[in-house]
């Protein structure tokens, strides 16, 4: 039997999951009139069917009503309070990682005919997930799919975007959900970091361990990784990972063995020459990357350097495609 805070979750998790539908409460009449009226009233027009909230990895907390539920949690639940108002945002993000047509199909489906984004992605131009549990997402709102049509100021900003759907593509078939899991290396290779700074104000900070652009494997480990479709066995995906050696340009050659059940690929990786690998995956397959040449500490690259962990190579980028 739940305990009483885990069905407290459980319910706030259901819950929030309307807000993907109606993040300002549009349907239920509860809305700040100053600064959300415009977008309010353009989202009570006949021809609004859903609206979809959507960020960038370090901006998901611009929204108020999560933002709130996070606060209303406290610091010492706030990750459960990160995992309830993200509740069912991993689908989101699988979609939008299998490329720009394919989350258009799902939008479709979903009846989603607006993008309401944090104002600071939208005068970005884009909202980036970097790989992880699923691919890189990179969705770019100056594309013609996608038309400004008003914006917020108030303490959390926000814009709204109408959707401008392809008449010629008229399929709302959505692709199967994946995720993908690795193993052999430190959660901070490939996960999000979410840390609490709590001095004169609380600040929750969302960051990736090297950036966004590079990930680094260090001595000693051994990356596996796993796709997983339980709901489409049979489905194939095409992964596509970009390698880098390591560091800079006076990176020595490394040489990677890359298996996939019997099939081995080699690779050799230069200084400014980052080479992508192709891998054709279904459901519990996986690919088991090994360095060959050893790994050098940071202070070799840059002797000003007090870095004292060894580098083997990095990894700049993983796409994912459905191949049928």
């Not at 979809?52 to 108020?64: G, I, K, M, N």
């Not at 984004?117 to 100056?142: M, Q």
């Not at 401008?164 to 490939?190: A, C, I, K, M």
Request: hydrophobic share 40%; proline share 5%; aromatic share 12%.
């Amino acid at each position: 039997m739940r305990n009483r805070s885990t069905l407290t979750a459980v319910l706030v998790a259901a819950v929030l999951s309307f807000a993907f539908s109606d993040p300002l409460h549009i349907a239920s009449g509860r809305y700040d009139l100053n600064p959300y009226a415009e977008i309010a009233s353009e989202l009570e027009q006949p021809t609004t069917t859903g609206v979809l909230a959507l960020a960038s990895y370090a901006d998901f907390y611009r929204f108020p009503v999560f933002s709130k539920v996070r606060d209303v949690f406290g610091t010492r639940l706030a990750a459960h309070g990160e995992i309830a108002a993200e509740y069912g945002y991993d689908e989101v993000l699988a979609q939008a990682s299998l490329g720009h047509e394919n989350f258009m199909r799902y939008l479709r489906a979903k009846s989603i005919s607006h993008l309401i984004v944090p104002l600071v992605n939208a005068e970005s131009g884009f909202v980036f997930h970097r790989w992880s549990a699923h691919g890189t997402v990179s969705i770019d709102l100056e594309s013609d799919s996608y038309s400004l049509i008003q914006k917020s100021g108030g303490e959390f900003p926000l814009a709204l975007y109408q959707i401008n759907f392809d008449e010629n593509q008229t399929s709302s078939e959505v692709s199967p959900n994946y995720s993908l899991t690795w193993s052999g290396v430190r959660p901070g290779f490939y996960e999000m970091l979410r840390s609490i700074d709590e001095n004169y104000d609380v600040n929750y900070l969302r960051s990736y361990e090297e950036g966004t652009e590079t990930s680094w494997v260090f001595k000693g480990e051994q990356v596996r990784m796993t796709l997983n479709s339980p709901n489409a066995p049979d489905q194939e995906f095409s992964v596509e990972i970009q390698f880098i050696a390591a560091y800079g340009g006076f990176a020595p050659p490394q040489v990677l063995r890359i298996s996939q059940e019997s099939k081995i690929k080699v690779f050799l990786l230069k200084a400014g020459e980052p080479p992508k690998a192709t891998f054709i995956l279904r459901h519990g397959q996986s690919i088991d990357i090994e360095n060959i040449l050893g790994c050098n500490k940071g202070s070799v690259f840059n002797p000003v350097d007090d870095d004292i962990r060894e580098f083997c190579y990095g990894v700049l980028d993983v796409q994912v495609q459905i191949t049928n």
